[in-house]
């Protein structure tokens, strides 16, 4: 089976960026665990193309070819090749974002990949917009049947909705797709009461060859360490948790380290010193995949106080550690958070967060790591999501034979 995979945020690995990674993952993994699939990826410089007032500037000071040093095609795997045709895109107030070269784009990927492997079988779009437009557009032009996977948390992006209304190219490539799949059981409820489509849920893959337990025994540490690692905007809760934390006793010897970077750094830095939390809190900055991992393997449990989440991959890749979450009843956490593996707190409820985590720091709660690694292999693992989507390309494709 030839599918053509769009994703509409995608890294570029020349440049450093981590925008995506999860659907370059989901691509990968795709090849690597879906027997008889051949994978091509349509690239047109998805966020790093992206023009903000900072990239224009920048490009003016030192013009160059879009797409920089990236191929027109990369061999990623013996089944998977990626293929690049570069534009600028914008947001979408302005015509449409370049919605007509992104078409264009994409229009020359689809004829590379077919002139490669023949006929494409299936068209797999990452988010309504604008990847599930383009998918739309192509799939009227060649009558090829596509897919969507909706990932926006809140749905839709507020610059998407005029008045009370979503806009056609999030609502329409929806309705016409073969089969819609939302991220949470969340996404899926907002996806219907906005648009009426009804979406299956398939959650997002992570790779726990990466993302697994340390190996042998922990190092023995005093106290109890947890970690958060998000954004640090308002929206992840960062506030709250702060609050939340403050509320512990020193007699619980508990550490907070917080991974990540935002706009609201500095505020929550000067926050934490208010509340008087100062030297218990770790403010470890923007980090890495590796570093990621690392300190989830090092923590005792893993923290996310979000306001609202489509999904909440870092609470997967914790688990995918073997390591207990504390989560918040905000969308995506609710399908990912279960007794086994952890406890949800109402969303801006900071005594109720604080009370879950004295639990987790008095050990109020024992959790069996294994069985928590082992209930992320059977839902999460990379493997496991690939597989249902294999199944269900299976089923549109004979559907339509």
């Known amino acids: 089976m030839n599918l053509f995979f769009i994703p509409s945020w995608y890294p570029d690995p020349a440049r450093g960026l981590l925008g995506g ?35 224009l500037a920048a490009w003016l000071a030192r013009p160059s070819a879009p797409g920089g040093g990236r191929a027109p095609r990369r061999q990623v795997r013996e089944n998977l090749v990626e293929y690049f045709a570069p534009v600028w895109t914008w947001r979408y107030g302005l015509a449409k974002g370049n919605l007509a070269g992104m078409l264009r784009s994409n229009r020359d990927n689809l004829a590379r990949a077919t002139a490669e492997r023949g006929r494409m079988d299936m068209i797999h779009a990452h988010v309504s917009y604008p990847a599930g437009t383009v998918a739309m557009r192509l799939s009227q032009e060649s009558g090829i049947p596509f ?77 109890f360490t947890f970690l958060s690692v998000s954004s640090l905007t308002p929206s992840k809760g960062v506030g709250d948790l702060l609050a939340a934390f403050a509320r512990l006793g020193p007699g619980l010897e508990a550490r907070l380290r917080v991974g990540g970077a935002g706009s609201h750094a500095a505020e929550f830095r000067a926050l934490a010193e208010r509340l008087g939390v100062g030297s218990r809190v770790t403010w470890l900055g923007a980090l890495g995949r590796e570093a990621v991992r690392d300190e989830m393997r090092a923590c005792d449990a ?51 967060l604080a009370a879950a985590l004295e639990r987790f720091a008095t050990g109020a709660r024992g959790y069996d790591a294994a069985a928590i690694r082992s209930g992320f292999e059977a839902r999460f693992s990379a493997v496991a999501v690939a597989r249902r989507f294999g199944e269900l390309y299976q089923q549109v494709t004979r559907g339509r034979n």
């Open 21 to 55: 990674v999860f659907l370059a993952e989901a691509a990968q993994a795709l090849a690597r665990h879906v027997q008889g699939l051949h994978v091509s990826v349509s690239l047109w410089g998805q966020g790093d193309l992206e023009l903000s007032s900072g990239r």
């Open 302 to 352: 893993f923290v996310l106080a979000s306001r609202h989440e489509s999904f909440g991959v870092v609470l997967a890749e914790a688990i995918a550690c073997g390591k207990p979450v504390l989560g918040t009843r905000c969308g995506g956490p609710e399908d990912i958070v279960e007794e086994t593996n952890g406890e949800l707190a109402p969303v801006g409820d900071v005594p109720a």
């Open 147 to 223: 897919l969507v996977t909706e990932h926006m948390g809140p749905f839709p992006f507020h610059h998407l909705v005029r008045g009370d209304d979503v806009v056609p190219e999030v609502r329409e490539p929806l309705r016409q797709a073969v089969r819609v799949t939302a991220v949470s059981r969340a996404l899926a409820r907002d996806i219907r009461e906005r648009t009426g489509v009804e979406a299956v849920v398939v959650p997002n893959g992570v790779d726990g060859d990466f993302f697994s337990p340390l190996p042998g025994p922990p190092a023995p540490t005093a106290g």
